[in-house]
């Protein structure tokens, strides 16, 4: 007999599958493969990047290599110029500036931040997962409102960072 939980993973697994299968098919119509591809299902994404280097030998794509989260260091130190500093979504979710509802928000626009500060949270299937400063600095400009969708990576708050 057949349980929920073994029904439930032969499912994901069937779709996964099918998924597979589409994007598969979908790369077939490249001449070459693309620079980023994004395929959202749901609540998942799937992301996958190919470097950006002369064709391999014989014609072969290289193959892809799968985006990951990388250290907001990284992350911070990739983007850097004169302008104020985007902390961004670690993940896709729902955008929230407060712990709960009603409660007071983080941070608000002036107020100076230290790195490591929790200033929102994204929710993603009722995981809240914290919204950290990666700077230290003053809080520019909020660019999202309680409960707007965000796309892993997309720039959440502006900060003026404060040089030591």
């Known amino acids: 007999m057949s349980t929920g939980e ?3 993973a032969s499912s994901t697994s069937a779709a996964l599958s099918l998924v597979r299968a589409n994007v598969l098919e979908l790369l077939k119509g490249f001449d070459s493969p693309p620079r980023l591809l994004r395929v959202q299902a749901g609540g998942v994404t799937l ?3 190919w470097p950006q280097s002369p064709p391999a030998v ?3 794509a290289p193959p892809p290599v799968v985006a990951s989260a990388a250290p907001a260091e990284a992350t911070a130190a990739a983007r850097s110029d004169d302008g104020p500093h985007e902390v961004r979504a670690p993940s896709v979710g729902t955008y929230y500036s407060a712990p ?3 409660a007071e928000p983080f941070v608000k626009v002036g107020d100076v931040i230290a790195k490591g500060a929790q200033i929102a949270i994204v929710e993603v299937m009722k995981l809240m997962i914290p919204v950290e400063a990666d700077v230290t600095g003053k809080v520019a400009r909020t660019l999202k409102s309680d409960g707007d969708p965000v796309e892993y990576d997309e720039p959440l708050f502006h900060i003026v ?3 030591a």
Request: no cysteine; aromatic share 0%; glycine share 14%.
């Open 6 to 8: 073994d029904d439930s």
């Open 47 to 49: 992301e996958a990047e």
């Open 58 to 60: 014989n014609g072969a």
């Open 100 to 102: 709960k509802p009603g």
């Open 161 to 163: 960072p404060q040089r």
